[in-house]
């Protein structure tokens, strides 16, 4: 073949060989190896997770210092033989109970202290208390803000409930009713149509008082005077000489058991009120009451937001309580069976949405448990039957009028009881 043709041929050649390279495709590459899918972790925000084998913490504020110390205290106890009554029945889906309590010393900064220990402690699901009005009061915005529940066995300002609230709920009976059944005994019952009032200041006294003396101005009776002490002061004698200036048939104080004492115990020193009619609330329903007033007790008036308590239920727990305590309940304060009742609703309310998940956790909605305390299918307490309404009122029964009577706190009559 000659040269130049044999040249031809090679370039051929090589032209077809780079076009079918240029028309291939490049071989195909592996694709990447894919990671298992996961799926998305749970949403636990606004829960409470309880591990396998933890503990279902309540929050307890407790007035144990402050005014009250022995209510306080009695408070608490009852709260504490609710868990341990709870916790021998088995707990909660095998779950213990176990009580976180605080101090907060019947004060409104102190409750705020108690509400930020608890809104920060993320394993808290609800708390028992506060004890006082104005301690509850400094609770509330923290535990509102917190979406953590309370249920208060014993602030009985009308305002620790309201609409606004709906982390706000009280076993005890609201002031609004103590003062008008008080105003209607002292007007009704005692015949007494001119009256001095006293207060101590406190959210729960002064409030208290104020309730009293428009209700009793309603039936008809004048009010001489309306004065104000402070919590702690113990001489209340240039107040009372002012009380008793304008000659009053009945001084009615709001306020707590040493200041009711001490001003029924110094009236008797003061001309014109020695023989005058003395009557007070729930918070000087106590032994301390009886002590600092001493002989001056004798024939006093004093009124309890009681329940249409169970006798036979008090009877089993007050046998636990001198058992556990080594002291009768009442020796202490009044309100050691609202507390009972108080964490056994919290407790009923967690058995309706609690749940165990798949890895053995204990998980609480947080919202569902705010709504569930109101819910709450009626059941019989120490207290009668507990039941919420709409804004957290969850108490039973009414309210005692009591005489001290050869140094004992003697029925005498009573309002709404069961």
């Known amino acids: 073949m000659p040269k130049k043709f044999l040249f031809l041929s090679l370039l051929l050649v090589t032209a077809l060989m780079l076009a079918a390279c240029a028309a291939a495709p490049p071989a195909a590459e592996a694709p990447p190896a894919q990671a298992p899918m996961e799926e998305a972790p749970a949403d636990m925000s606004g829960k409470v997770v309880v591990a396998a084998g933890g503990m279902i913490r309540i929050g307890g504020s407790f007035a144990l210092t402050g005014p009250i110390p022995d209510p306080g205290l009695d408070i608490r106890q009852g709260a504490e033989l609710a868990v341990d009554d709870l916790n021998a029945a088995g707990g909660l889906e095998g779950f213990m109970f176990e009580l976180v309590a605080e101090d907060g010393a019947c004060d409104g900064t102190q409750g705020t202290n108690v509400g930020n220990k608890f809104a920060a402690d993320e394993t808290i699901v609800a708390v028992t208390g506060g ?21 208060s066995p014993s ?70 005077s309306f004065e104000g002490v402070q919590v702690g002061d113990t001489d209340f004698r240039a107040m009372l000489a002012r009380v008793g200036a304008g000659g009053p048939q009945a001084v009615f104080f709001g306020g707590y058991s040493t200041e009711a004492g001490l001003i029924a115990q110094q009236m008797t020193e003061t001309p014109g009120l020695e023989d005058t009619a003395f009557m007070s609330v729930d918070g000087a329903y106590t032994q301390q009451y009886l002590e600092a007033a001493g002989d001056a007790a004798e024939g006093t008036y004093i009124s309890f937001v009681a329940g249409a308590d169970s006798e036979e239920m008090n009877a089993e727990f007050d046998a636990r309580y001198i058992e556990k305590y080594g002291v009768s309940p009442d020796d202490l304060g009044p309100f050691h069976s609202q507390s009972y009742d108080s964490v056994k609703l919290i407790a009923a309310a967690l058995a309706a949405v609690a749940a165990v998940d798949d890895n053995g956790n204990l998980v609480i909605d947080r919202e569902k448990l705010i709504a569930a305390i109101r819910s709450v299918d ?16 969850c108490g039973a029964g009414g309210v005692q009028i009591f005489q001290v009577t050869d140094g004992a706190f003697v029925q005498v009559s009573g309002f709404g009881m069961e």
């Open 131 to 151: 004890t006082c009005s104005g301690e509850t009061f400094g609770l509330m915005p923290i535990l509102q803000e917190a979406r953590i529940p309370f249920v």
């Open 155 to 224: 602030a009985t300002n009308p305002d620790i409930t309201s609409a606004g609230c709906d982390v706000c709920n009280r076993v005890a009976l609201s002031d609004a009713l103590q003062g008008a059944v008080d105003a209607n005994f002292v007007f009704g019952d005692l015949g007494l149509t001119s009256v001095a009032v006293v207060h101590d200041n406190s959210d729960y006294g002064k409030g208290l008082a104020e309730i009293f003396q428009n209700n009793i101005v309603g039936l008809g009776a004048e009010v001489t």
């Open 378 to 393: 009626a059941f019989a307490g120490l207290t009668g039957t507990i039941k919420c309404d709409s804004i957290g009122e």
